[in-house]
C-alpha cells in the first residue's frame, strides 16, 4: 500500500489509473479508524480496483470551541488497518496542502444543511462539501463510499454531486455497532467508562421506536417523546435534537406511512454523539 501526502502526486497517481484503466474507489475519512471505517473500505473493494482511503482531519468543519485540536490521530495505525482491509493508497495531506494561508473558496448547499446537525453546527456542512469538492478533485475517484452513520452528511454529498456535475457513484455504507449496539465513532474514545455506559441510550431510544413502528405506531411525535424519555433519565444526557424525516427530502413527518429517518444527535458529558435507524411502518 502506498502512502502519499502531496495533492499533486495524488492527482498524477489518478490521472495514471485513469489513462490506463484501473477503476478508482474512495473512502474519506478523518482517521482514527474503526471498524466502520474499515466495512467502507471493504465495500469500496467490491467497486473498485485503486482502492483510496483519505485521512484528514478537516479543519473548515470544526466551529469555534469544538474538537479540531482533540480530535484522535494515530496516522501509522491507521495505514495497517486499512491496509488490512484492501486499501491500495492511504491519502493523508497535512492541512498548509488542503488549505494555504490564501485560501477562501467554499462550498455551501441551501437547505439541506438547514436541519438537523447544520442548526447546531453552522460551519459543519459548508466545510464537508467543501473538503469533499477538493478531496474529489485530488483523488478523481469513479466512485466514493459514505456511512449511513452521518446519514445528513450522505444526503449532502449526494445533493452536491448531482448539483455540481460530479461524475462520481455515491455509495451509502450501513451503521457498523459495537456488540452493545451503540455506533462506532472515532469521538467514543473520549467517553469515560461511565459515560460509555450512558451513550447506549442513544440506541436503545432508537430500537423501541423501531419496535413501537413494528407494533403499529404511526405517529412521530409519540417515538420521539419515547425516545426523549429514554434518553432523560441520564442526568448528564443533553438532547441537540430527535426527528423523524423523509429519508429523501429530509422533511419531518408527522406520521410514518412508508420508509422514514430517526435521526439523533446527543451530548454525553462533553462528548456529542449522533446516530439514527430506518423506520419501516
Ligand atoms: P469520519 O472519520 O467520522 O469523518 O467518518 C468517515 C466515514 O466513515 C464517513 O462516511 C462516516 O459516515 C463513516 N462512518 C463513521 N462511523 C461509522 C460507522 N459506525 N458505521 C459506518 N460508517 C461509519
Redesign the pocket.
Known amino acids: 500500500m502506498q502512502i502519499i501526502s502531496a495533492p499533486t502526486e495524488m492527482q498524477a497517481f489518478a490521472d495514471d489509473a485513469r489513462r490506463t484503466g484501473p477503476t478508482i474507489a474512495f ?11 474499515l ?2 473500505v471493504r465495500e469500496g473493494c467490491r467497486h473498485g480496483d485503486d482502492i483510496v482511503v483519505s485521512i484528514f482531519v478537516n479543519p473548515a468543519q470544526f466551529g469555534p470551541g469544538e474538537d479540531l485540536d482533540t480530535y484522535p490521530r494515530a496516522l501509522e495505525a491507521d495505514c495497517e488497518k486499512a491496509a488490512a482491509a484492501g486499501a491500495t493508497v492511504v491519502f493523508a495531506p497535512s492541512r498548509e496542502d488542503l488549505y494555504g494561508d490564501a485560501y477562501q473558496t467554499y462550498v455551501t448547499l441551501e437547505k439541506l444543511p438547514q436541519h438537523l446537525c447544520g442548526l447546531s453546527r453552522p460551519v459543519f456542512f459548508r466545510g464537508v462539501a467543501t473538503v469533499v469538492t477538493k478531496l474529489f478533485n485530488i483523488v478523481k475517484p469513479h466512485v466514493a ?6 446519514y445528513q ?2 444526503l449532502v454529498v449526494r445533493r452536491m454531486v448531482q448539483d455540481l456535475n460530479f461524475n462520481i457513484r455515491i455509495i451509502g ?5 459495537e456488540a452493545d449496539g451503540l ?5 467514543n474514545s473520549y467517553l469515560s467508562p461511565d459515560e460509555r455506559r450512558r451513550a447506549l441510550c442513544l440506541f436503545q431510544s432508537l430500537q423501541k421506536a423501531e419496535e413501537m413502528v413494528r407494533s403499529g405506531v404511526r405517529e412521530a411525535e409519540a417515538l420521539i417523546q419515547t425516545a426523549r424519555d429514554i434518553i432523560s433519565r441520564h442526568p448528564d444526557a443533553d438532547i441537540d435534537y430527535i426527528e423523524i424525516f423523509d429519508p429523501e427530502t429530509i422533511d419531518n413527518l408527522k406520521r410514518i406511512e412508508g420508509p422514514a429517518r430517526m435521526a439523533l444527535a446527543v451530548k454525553i458529558g462533553k462528548t456529542r454523539l449522533i446516530d439514527n435507524i430506518l423506520l419501516t411502518p
Open positions: 473512502i474519506p475519512t478523518m482517521g482514527f479508524l474503526h471498524e466502520g471505517h466495512s467502507l463510499v459514505f456511512g449511513e452513520k452521518d452528511q450522505l455504507g450501513s451503521i457498523v455497532r455506533a462506532m465513532s472515532s469521538r
